[in-house]
């Protein structure tokens, strides 16, 4: 089956402790996303690519890095440097645009400090 | 800026009652409109998408919405309420930036949707 694979689906982070999280597509998409989940407050964009070997930072990119260098991996590292970093993380994506075309999600990644 | 409102954090209903789910935008341009469902620990799925064309537009599971131009609205209904429709539902909007090709795509905070018997 095609699709989005998250993981860890839970993960706990030490105080300055970079941790990593994992998203893999089998869906040959061009384009992926990150994004963050609180409670209330919907979804924010942290970073996204939309082709190998490049990305963009979105609204709350501080203290996150991702990479790409693969079509089917988009990792996620929250770095020390998130002082807040506990969330449900959801990695996306999508054939083309994802500003008019429909976005595939992950199951997601809950992150919570030690 | 665009911009996303969805009225009511949660929503209650009886099953086999009508929902309605409101979401108001504000843009200076025609927007693309989305609907997501997010059920629990899980990602989001499309319910259901306007870009442009008609403005009544019908999505999965038997939810419908429609584009007001004049009420900047977009609000997502189903005629009666299913056990299964207790999820989160999310509208996003997605405007183009300074008159260009690039497109940014803002989701609303959500409305919790509980169904009971």
């Known amino acids: 089956d095609g699709g989005i694979t998250q993981s860890p689906k839970y993960l706990f982070r030490k105080e300055g402790q970079n941790v990593t999280l994992s998203c893999e597509q089998n869906l040959n998409h061009d384009a992926m996303y990150w994004y963050r989940q609180d409670p209330g407050q919907g979804l924010r964009l942290i970073y996204y690519s939309q082709i190998v070997n490049d990305f963009q930072k979105g609204d709350i990119a501080e203290g996150y890095s991702v990479s790409r260098e693969k079509k089917e991996s988009f990792p996620l590292t929250v770095t020390s440097a998130q002082k807040n970093p506990t969330a449900f993380y959801l990695c996306a994506s999508s054939q083309g645009d994802a500003t008019n075309e429909k976005l595939f999600f992950g199951s997601g990644t809950q992150l919570s400090v030690l | 800026a665009q911009s996303v409102t969805q009225l009511g954090s949660h929503v209650s209903v009886s099953e086999g009652a009508l929902v309605l789910l409101r979401c108001n935008y504000s843009?200076?341009?025609?927007?693309?409109l989305f609907w997501y469902v997010q059920y629990p620990n899980q990602g989001l799925q499309l319910l259901l998408k306007?870009?442009?064309?008609?403005?009544l537009v019908k999505g999965i599971n038997g939810f419908e919405a429609e584009f007001k131009k004049s009420e900047t609205s977009f609000h997502l209904t189903k005629p009666s309420a299913h056990m299964s429709d207790a999820a989160e539902y999310f509208c996003?909007?997605?405007?183009?930036?300074?008159?260009?090709?690039?497109?940014?795509?803002?989701f609303g905070k959500g409305t919790l949707l509980t169904v009971n018997p």
């Open positions: 996003a909007v997605s405007v183009a930036q300074g008159g260009g090709s690039n497109y940014k795509l803002t």
């Open positions: 306007y870009t442009t064309g008609a403005t």
């Open positions: 843009s200076s341009v025609p927007p693309y």
